[in-house]
């Protein structure tokens, strides 16, 4: 049934994304028939052994990939990272206590949002004045919050913490669209998050990666399902887990234990990045949207300095199999999404489509 | 790819379970490439117009397959019916109001423990006393709650509603171990909800079909995430979903329209039913769990009178290929699941097994 699509599609998604081919290939053959088992990994229990064994596996690669300390716990829940933005304050503010957050962008906007629902947020520090287009530098977290929150990489606005941040309080961190693209001291954090569906899997659950003596300290009264104590007492499986998303999140982390995990991983994104990067530098056509130092290796933003071009830069990158370079319909522009399983090979042609763009139009 | 094991596994698993056979083929080829697009339904945007168009559908199966009236409206979300659980009362319980429930089971005990965490819940009917094995029947809603919550099938208990309660106040119904299996007048509830993974889809995502007209009523300040009225408006678009449980629920309901709507699977359902229980019933060696009037005709739960037998049992059922009639860890026994897509010709096969058992034990 396979068709094979690796030389037709560059696909620049900015999430859902590409996955790795091997992903796909063994996803499909689980949909079919699961490790011989003549069952699909559609109809299986998760209660069964098999899936059992597919749950751990894919929460232990997750520590292991990432070095986490042994008495962390990963659990797995659906509705992506907008329902981690609603779980931190759950989770770590006190009741009429309040969180501090760093805004730069879409997403830090709506967990600020969920804070001030709970209880308050305190923003420390904010790149709105500019359009998002920087990372805020050298902002104090006050010791009196609860936390403090921030958004490691902006998928609409292109730009990446390249140091992180650090705080006196517990720190949490929104990872979805940079996680498992480099290496992260865990310990520093009392939590990480991130939808799967960039770096991790496809989309439909959500990784939360934490301290559990961080948890326990609000004095509030949670629903189960919005306990994450309680969904880690459980093994991530309190209630029916989104069974095929962890399965190809097992695959994807398999995959990236297998290539050599985050080391080389970062090797290849920083390639990627690299030369996609000099490009759009060398190019007077084209343009950087965001402030170099802070230039995101998952998400490059850039424009046409003459939007009137855009018609027949569009024609030509759709011509050569590109996919998915179009700007946030917030934003505007270009937007090419270098994600751990994109490969060099398609920043390569977006490259080549760029130069011959620029040569056409010089 | 394809191993065809339908000859080989009869799936009578509780949930997730068996899907149509047609669901799994076209499954995988969309993991491996969407309708000729050269993604994998795994990596395209859910912006994208093929993915719009997929959500699009799976929200007006819903509908046209139940009959619901055009202004109720559909939303899918992550985290499974006890994410509902969660969602009711936040949607529909007044600040300082209660909900009334029916205590049929595990899930209405979820259900009412999440009322009591947002307000107040009332008990108006249980089948405790009798360990879950009957539907109560009878009972008077009081006018003065916000809202009236019951389960229509109880998968642990093997018991199913046959007529549907009427209640005063709006009533909402968890439907995820029936739904789709027969007639519903829709307009009778504010909400249906269902877990995806029995006669809908895989794991990993939950159905909220509801009349927006009885929402917004409560005045609490809900978070986007837990609003079913912001997700409605979004078009159940308002963060990632779970893009490829909601094409697998597309192509399931596309199925069962295929194949001849409600009516037709009703038939199917009876036939299956009708069968197993007149086994059950005929060979002195079994005997079933719950009250005659209240059988599921989803989950059939019958016990072995002399547990010895058990061992002996077990042997003969995996031998023929059978799979998932395990009774819940909370009960024991047997459990035959009978879901939509589970042949007749699983359930022939069980029965010759006990018909097989009862004759070497006779």
Redesign the interface.
């Known amino acids: 049934?396979?068709?094979d699509?690796s030389a037709?599609?560059h696909?620049f998604?900015?999430?859902?994304?590409?996955?790795p081919k091997e992903?796909?290939?063994k996803?499909?053959?689980a949909?079919?028939?699961l490790d011989?088992?003549?069952?699909?990994i559609?109809?299986?229990?998760?209660?069964?052994k098999p899936f059992i064994a597919i749950m751990e596996k894919a929460r232990a690669l997750v520590k292991e990939l990432l070095g986490a300390p042994d008495h962390y716990q990963v659990v797995f829940?659906?509705?992506?990272?907008?329902?981690g933005?609603?779980l931190v304050p759950q989770n770590f503010m006190r009741t009429g206590g309040k969180g501090a957050y760093a805004h730069t962008g879409e997403w830090s906007k709506?967990a600020i949002?969920?804070a001030k629902?709970a209880g308050d947020a305190v923003v420390v520090a904010s790149s709105e004045d500019k359009n998002f287009n920087y990372i805020p530098k050298g902002f104090t977290v006050p010791k009196e919050v609860d936390y403090f929150h921030f958004t490691s990489n902006n998928t609409i606005f292109g730009t990446q913490y390249k140091a992180f941040p650090t705080s006196p309080v517990p720190m949490v961190c929104d990872m979805s669209s940079d996680i498992f693209s480099r290496p992260v001291n865990v310990s520093d954090f009392a939590m990480i998050y991130a939808?799967a569906?960039k770096n991790m899997?496809?989309?439909?659950?959500t990784m939360y990666l934490f301290d559990p003596g961080a948890l326990g300290k609000t004095g509030r009264?949670l629903?189960?399902?919005?306990d994450l104590a309680n969904h880690a007492a459980k093994e991530s499986m309190?209630?029916?887990?989104?069974?095929?998303?962890v399965y190809?999140i097992m695959l994807t982390l398999e995959w990236l234990k297998g290539i050599g995990g985050i080391a080389e991983i970062q090797k290849r994104n920083a390639a990627k990045a690299e030369l996609l990067y000099a490009t759009i530098d060398r190019l007077p056509l084209f343009e950087g949207t965001t402030a170099r130092e802070d230039r995101s290796e998952m998400n490059a933003t850039f424009v046409l300095k003459d939007k009137n071009l855009e018609p027949a830069f569009d024609e030509l990158w759709k011509e050569a199999?590109i996919?998915?370079i179009r700007g946030h319909?917030s934003v505007g522009g270009y937007r090419a999404s270098l994600y751990n399983a994109l490969p060099l090979e398609s920043v390569k042609a977006l490259a080549e489509v760029m130069e011959e763009f620029a040569k056409r139009n010089g």
């Not at 011989?36 to 699909?40: I, V």
């Open positions: 049934m396979s068709v699509t037709r599609v696909n998604s900015a999430g859902p994304c590409i996955l992903v796909f290939e996803s499909a053959q949909v079919m028939d011989g088992s003549g069952l699909s559609l109809e299986i229990s998760h209660r069964s829940l659906g509705g992506g990272a907008s329902m933005f609603h709506r949002a969920e629902l939808g569906q899997g496809p989309a439909g659950a009264k629903s189960p399902m919005m309190y209630n029916t887990p989104p069974v095929f998303p190809v199999g996919s998915g319909r």
